[in-house]
């Protein structure tokens, strides 16, 4: 459920952008979502359903770019797209940490209908 605090503040951006432009409403947000935040899709979008009722985001489509969870290899130096719950090393098999690289959440653009 921690999707519901993220499209609020979602939501809070979408807003500010339309006034801010004179739009009457908002058609589009894209989002960049890192893999290690555990945003769903489905609930991103149940959320903005639910919350943008009677706003100047109702209605809008939702696009998602997913960024995959990347890995530093303590030992070797490799750089790596993390695969499941491993933290180990395809090269040399040793623990691997986090980078960031995964854990984004930004709204990257939205589009909007122009005021009348």
Do not use: N, Q, W
Not at 32 to 38: F, R, W
Not at 46 to 54: Q, R, S, T, V, W
Not at 64 to 73: A, F, H, Q, W
């Amino acid at each position: 459920m921690h999707e519901a605090s993220a499209v609020e503040s979602m939501l809070r951006i979408a807003s500010a952008e339309a006034a801010a432009h004179g739009a009457a409403r908002v058609t589009k947000i894209r989002l960049v979502v890192g893999e290690a935040t555990g945003y769903m899709e489905e609930s991103l979008a149940f959320f903005l359903e639910a919350m943008a009722k009677g706003g100047p985001v109702e209605g809008a489509k939702l696009e998602i770019e997913y960024l995959k969870t990347r890995l530093r290899c303590a030992a070797c130096g490799e750089e790596f797209d993390r695969a499941g719950s491993s933290f180990a090393c395809p090269k040399c098999g040793e623990r691997a940490a986090l980078t960031g690289s995964g854990s984004e959440f930004y709204v990257d653009s939205i589009e909007i209908e122009e005021g009348r």
